[in-house]
């Protein structure tokens, strides 16, 4: 399948919004690059999950993750980590998936950056959906851990939201080693609770992402990023015991100390 | 992570600009190989200190490989490990990219037999004790800019016959593009061909020059290139290097002519050159 790579200043132009809704993009010369990609396969996945909650964005995140690890992470790094490309594939081949799933970006140009060609960063859903299948399906063992994983990148989405935008800690064994050490001491819900009485540390500051900022805090003296995970695993209750009584959470606390 | 300046350690580390040892170097080169579906980075480092030499080869210690471009990769390196592959689908190269190595204690690490440090520590070298994973020493930076398939070109041609304008200037991510609508306009096939561009080629610079310091310089239409940020763009960045190499310190709104009549090559002498050339032999 040959995709050809729009040309730049897509972004703001509320002309390409309207073409797009109009079907007007393919054919006009104006909005395409010289440049093409050839990619074996492009099935629909969801794409957007902002506006779901619950069961359904669980469904919609497991269904992209199968798709973007069976289908796009095996093209390279250049193809599925560019922006452009996913916008590209997008507008061009996925314009009826689009208004048939996400009818919202009827609504307005707003709605449609916001949904369509978002930024690529890690407020982007396939750029979650992208590092998480890469680091799953390279470190997890068989299907079974692997669908584990997945499920522990869901339990604790907010952490792993926290990760991602560390560049030091925006690496594969660090993300599961984190999720894993969540998953043995039990302490999801603690992690995505929000610290109450502590106006200083801001708004809507919760535990796991004061841990993973205590860990970049300490980095380089305390080395997490590249640490075995029993000795990362008393850095994170170390760091969680500023903030919360961790003395609940089991024998862990004697060996820190 | 990646250190691009002397981190302030409450022990002493390696460097290659450190006071603390007598041999302040941990020096790293990478050249790199690639095939179809991998990247081969060639390591060529040298750590300057017997004693870190030595935790090495007893697997005491570890030296990590560290790349940081989109994400960051950590591969811990046997003691004699001279390259490392990386597939493509977990690597792009595409964006500028940073090597270092590290190295880390696999254990607690007493310094009393460190000879190789300075006579500042000697009286009390024997106190110093570092436990596991604590890092020792660091080596220089490598930097890939980026720009792998196109590494000096800052033009590219292209011909689009559908512009609607007979030359359009574009700024891509790595290149200036030039979009003509005519064939004709390139002058191809004539001699000298390439100075007769030469108008065009200024027009891209300028706007590439341009784009520059408002991107790199935030509003004060000036940028200090002995201070400012290395740009992370394939483009800003190539740009930058071409300054810094002559010697240009400062670019701003005001001087950009000047830029351009510094970084060009006499661009303007040739092509000055080859109309007059084209008017002796000419009709």
């Not at chain 1, 851990?145 to 989405?157: A, F, G, M, P, T």
């Not at chain 1, 004061?210 to 170390?238: G, S």
């Not at chain 2, 292209?158 to 004709?184: C, M, P, Q, R």
Request: aromatic share 12%; net charge negative.
């Amino acid at each position: 399948m040959e995709i050809r790579l729009l040309a730049k200043g897509y972004k703001n132009n509320v002309q390409f919004y309207e073409d797009f809704l109009e079907d007007k993009i393919i054919g006009n010369e104006d909005y395409f690059s010289e440049e093409y990609v050839t990619i074996t396969d492009i099935p629909n996945f969801p794409f957007y999950m902002g506006k779901e909650s619950g069961e359904g964005r669980n469904k919609a995140f497991l269904e992209a993750f199968q798709i973007i690890a069976k289908y796009y992470i095996l093209t390279d790094r250049e193809l599925h980590l560019d922006e452009r490309f996913w916008h590209s594939l997008l507008v061009t081949k996925k314009r009826d998936y689009i208004l048939e799933k996400y009818p919202a970006v009827k609504e307005g140009f707003s709605e449609f950056k916001k949904i369509v060609i978002k930024n690529f960063d890690w407020e982007n859903y396939i750029y979650k959906c992208v590092l998480a299948a890469e680091y799953i399906e390279d470190i997890g063992e068989n299907e079974i851990e692997k669908s584990h994983l997945y499920q522990l990148v869901l339990d604790n989405l907010d952490v792993y939201n926290y990760i991602i935008k560390y560049p030091i800690f925006r690496n594969a064994e660090f993300v599961v080693k984190i999720l894993m050490i969540i998953d043995e001491l039990n302490i999801s819900k603690i992690m995505k609770a929000n610290i109450k009485n502590r106006p200083d540390l801001g708004k809507d500051t919760r535990y796991g992402r004061q841990v993973i900022y205590e860990l970049n805090k300490n980095y380089p003296i305390v080395m997490a990023p590249m640490m075995e995970k029993e000795d990362l695993k008393k850095e994170v209750l170390k760091a969680l015991s500023y903030y919360y009584d961790i003395s609940s959470i089991g024998r862990e606390l004697v060996s820190i100390n | 992570m990646i250190y691009k300046k002397d981190a302030n350690f409450p022990y002493p580390i390696l460097t290659n600009t450190t006071t603390a040892y007598m041999n302040p170097y941990f020096s790293l080169d990478v050249r790199l190989e690639e095939n179809t579906n991998a990247y081969r980075f060639l390591l060529d480092y040298e750590v300057g200190s017997t004693f870190i030499n030595n935790l090495i080869q007893k697997n005491q210690a570890t030296v990590i490989f560290i790349i940081q471009s989109k994400d960051t990769r950590f591969v811990k390196l046997t003691p004699n490990q001279s390259y490392i592959d990386i597939e493509k689908s977990r690597i792009s190269l595409n964006k500028r990219t940073s090597i270092q190595l590290q190295i880390q204690t696999n254990e607690e690490i007493g310094f009393t037999n460190n000879d190789d440090l300075t006579s500042f520590y000697e009286p009390f070298k024997n106190e110093i004790m570092l436990s596991k994973n604590k890092l020792l020493g660091f080596s220089n930076v490598v930097i890939f800019e980026g720009s792998i398939q196109q590494p000096l070109v800052l033009f590219e041609k292209k011909l689009n016959e559908n512009l609607t304008s007979d030359i359009k200037v574009e700024l891509g991510t790595e290149t200036i593009i030039l979009h003509y609508k005519k064939a004709e306009f390139q002058f191809n096939g004539m001699r000298n061909s390439r100075n007769f561009n030469t108008p065009y080629l200024y027009i891209g610079l300028q706007k590439a020059l341009q784009n520059f310091v408002s991107e790199c310089g935030r509003d004060e239409g000036a940028v200090d290139l002995t201070h400012c940020d290395v740009p992370e763009t394939g483009l800003d960045y190539k740009l930058y290097n071409l300054m810094v190499k002559k010697m240009i310190t400062e670019i701003s709104n005001e001087n950009i002519d000047e830029v351009i009549s510094l970084i060009s090559e006499k661009m303007i002498e040739k092509y000055s050159m080859a109309v007059r050339e084209l008017d002796q032999n000419g009709d």
